[in-house]
């Protein structure tokens, strides 16, 4: 692969950490290397579990997991991964490193060889942003345009570099802590689908939470467009932060609304009005159609080609994703839930009887708005991991809580008490990080286990 030339000017030769090894970690550390730096990781974890990542490493990178003892020296350059908090590496940023996230680095690299995208489209929220970000993805390849999707969803954007160009549709999937290292990152629309109460325990409060939401727009300027939830009190409130202009969807006019049949825009010059996806059930799906609608057209994206794609998307993995229909009772695999209002939209999807897998890496907020669904509609919880206690006393006198520990534990118990007509939910409410490398891991290793039931 060639060299990125215009980055290697600064990187040739200085001193690189990559901490934290995840996908983004390893694709990070690949480019660095490539680009001329001399590279090093760092990873807490027990080598074992990123075994997968330690082998994508370039060979030249030195390494060390189990513990963060190269923090101690002396860096030009820190790369975060995402679920790295500040705390751990805070002193060796103050003497004197720059602190690119791997957003950040592949966004530096693709403009430093001139290939930064004009349709760029960053998306980012509590909830639904891989919905949206995928939907936005088979829109632009429903109008033809070469389509690129990565971030936080599926593929790093350093990953991606070499296949962008000035011509690529690159819809990208944000999240806030991608955005606590991003210092140059603009796209040319960028959306807020929701704020509520998620990853309280690494911002602290939703005041700061919310306006690392909005650092996904403090580098655009007037041409750019900014998209917010017009239902939402964090959109509303934070709206006079984007330099660009600002596009609604919901019901406020500039934007792209639901009348109850169909979903309208009244964007000037990019009007028009389209059926709901069939396959995205709940009033959530509609509010991550409308953002769709409007980013799509905001990139120039044709009427036609919005309506394709709405009326054949087939949902996202990991989503409210049907798994298997054994001896009458539905596996559903909603991996993504990795917050509590996220497992809240997704019990509204489903009557009951219900039996919920619960549990995983605790992330701060209280599991008690869950309560109110419980009753008359989850016949079942089974607990797993690390934030299971937290969950059993929040959740305690409303319905029967089992404590499984694991993934595979609960599966087999709800094989042996879940009868006809249920639908086993795994919908975490918790990160996946205290068991598996990540929430993909956790709903494909949910779908292994069923699939092997008898």
Known sequence: MRRLEALTRWLEGRRALVVGLGKSGAAAATLLSRSGARVAVTESRPSEAVAEWIRRLPRAAA???????????????????PGVPSRVWADA???????????????????????WPDRTAAITG????????ALLGAMARADGRPTLVGGNIGTPLCDLVDRVTPETALILEVSSYQLETAAAFRPAVGAVLNVTPDHLGRHGTMENYARTKFRLFQNQGAGDAAVLNDRDPWCRRL??????????????????????????????????DW??????????????????????????????????????????????????????????????????????????????????????????????????????RVAEILLIGEAAPIIARDLAGTVPLARCGTLAAAVQRVAATARRGDTVLLSPACASFDQFLNYEDRGRRFKNLVAALP
């Open 126 to 133: 509590t909830n639904g942003k891989t919905t949206t970000t």
């Open 63 to 81: 390494r060390e997991t189990g513990r963060h003892r190269f923090l101690e020296e002396k860096w030009d350059l820190i790369v975060p991964s």
């Open 239 to 272: 709206a006079p932060l984007p330099p660009g202009r600002v596009t609604w969807f919901g019901r406020r006019s500039p934007g792209v609304g639901w009348d109850g049949r169909r979903l309208r825009s009244s964007l000037p010059g990019a009007g028009g």
């Open 275 to 376: 059926s709901a996806p069939s396959h995205l059930p709940g009033r959530h799906n509609i509010e991550n159609a409308e953002a769709a609608v409007a980013c799509a057209r905001l990139l120039g994206l044709s009427a036609p080609a919005v309506a394709r794609a709405l009326r054949n998307f087939p949902g996202v993995e990991h989503r409210l994703e049907s798994v298997r229909l054994w001896r009458g009772v539905a596996f559903v695999n909603d991996s993504k839930a990795t917050n509590v209002d996220s497992t809240r939209v997704a019990l509204k999807a489903f009557p009951g009887p219900v039996r919920l897998l619960l549990g995983g890496e605790h992330k701060g907020s209280p599991y008690t708005p869950l309560r109110g669904l419980l009753r008359g």
């Open 93 to 115: 940023a103050r003497r004197g490193a720059r602190v690119w996230g791997e957003l950040e680095l592949g966004y530096r690299a693709l403009c430093a060889a001139g290939r």
